[in-house]
């Protein structure tokens, strides 16, 4: 299958910025997303990004596509308590792939 | 709430047991898959139904099957347990087309 890159572990202080960060093989994705996996639960959608598109901003989120060198980002800025979860990137050709997670910790 | 429920939630098994895990959406999706979940690794897609009547391999179906019950269930049937399926087993579903996945909760699996 395809390459979907993440780091595992990312902790910040509760107020500051996150910033997880996805790489990704095959350009040829039409959408790339981000889901959301709180302790206990399914993944939730949280935001996605057409392949067209550099950037997307959706309230504290905000998705940047590099497609030449096939890097996703999403920023979460004033990082609360309850934005502690695992985050995975998917790209999608038609079939989805999907990042190995990064686990967020916030720091009160 | 709509969505993908999932039966059981947790469940330990022996070697060489089989059981069946359930899957059922109401959500009228034409497509449902089965993912299992392993630390460090992601999400890997076992088998998936585009539609009611057909079922495809994903990337890592062996040692389980699966049957499209109806449009709304669709289940994962493990017919000789090992420890090396101790995981965590989600179920999705999207309409045909749509690549945005709705999630069930999990089946957490520990075979022993």
């Known amino acids: 299958g395809e390459d979907v890159e993440q780091s595992l572990f990312l902790s910040v202080r509760e107020g500051d910025s996150s910033v997880i960060n996805c790489t990704y093989t095959d350009s040829s994705s039409t959408y790339l997303y981000w889901y959301k996996q709180e302790p206990g639960a399914g993944l939730q959608l949280l935001t996605y990004i057409f392949s067209n598109m550099d950037m997307k901003q959706d309230q504290r989120l905000t998705v940047l596509l590099n497609k030449k060198d096939k890097h996703l980002s999403l920023r979460i800025a004033d990082t609360q308590t309850g934005d502690s979860a695992i985050y995975f990137c998917a790209e999608s050709t038609g079939q989805f792939y999907f990042g190995t997670g990064t686990s967020l910790t916030v720091i009160p | 709430n709509a969505g993908v429920t999932q039966t059981p939630k947790f469940q330990v098994l022996k070697t060489g047991q089989s059981m069946t895990l359930q899957c059922a959406q109401d959500?009228?999706?034409?497509?449902m898959y089965w993912y299992r979940q392993d630390p460090g690794m992601g999400l890997r897609l076992i088998y998936y139904?585009?539609?009611?009547?057909?079922?495809d391999k994903g990337e890592v179906p062996n040692g389980y099957n699966v049957s499209r019950l109806n449009k709304r269930e669709f289940s994962l049937r493990l017919e000789s347990a090992a420890p090396s399926q101790t995981s965590v087993y989600f179920c999705?579903?999207?309409?045909?087309?749509?690549?945005?996945?709705?999630f069930g909760s999990g089946t957490r699996l520990t075979v022993v």
């Open positions: 959500m009228n999706h034409n497509s």
């Open positions: 999705a579903s999207s309409l045909a087309g749509e690549s945005r996945y709705t």
């Open positions: 139904s585009a539609s009611e009547g057909t079922t």
